[in-house]
Nanobody
């Protein structure tokens, strides 16, 4: 049983930074890609970033490129999302997800097999 547990969400002022973590367990993830998605109230869930578990290839949504950094720690089975220069529109519930397939260049929710419970990020003015 795959488990993904997010942490690190909270309240931050615009322009600030926050780091999200996603701890993965239940199987080996060497052939997986890990992604972050987010969903704001009244909006559909959208792709944020992804990384291949082996190799470290990354892919970002245009809206976060240059501000967010996705990374992994294989020894800890943990994926991170460093969020810098946060904007009001970054406020959302952020979800960690895993897909069976190493390519991170798949920004589609339906292509991901496992999901975490989400962590709230609120950016205030």
């Amino acid at each position: 049983q795959v488990q993904l547990v997010e942490s690190g969400g909270g309240l931050v002022q615009a322009g600030g930074s926050l780091r999200l973590s996603c701890a993965a367990s239940g199987r080996t993830f060497s052939s997986h890609a890990m992604g972050w998605f987010r969903q704001a109230p009244g909006k559909v869930r959208e792709f944020v970033a992804a990384i291949s578990w082996s190799g470290g290839a990354t892919f970002y949504a245009d809206s976060v490129k240059g501000r967010f950094i996705i990374s992994e720690d294989n020894a800890k089975n943990t994926v991170y999302l460093q969020m810098n220069s946060l904007k009001l529109e970054d406020s959302a519930v952020y979800y960690c997800a895993s897909r069976n397939g190493g390519s991170p260049y798949v920004p589609l929710e339906r292509e991901y097999d496992y999901w975490g419970q989400g962590t709230q990020v609120t950016v205030s003015s």
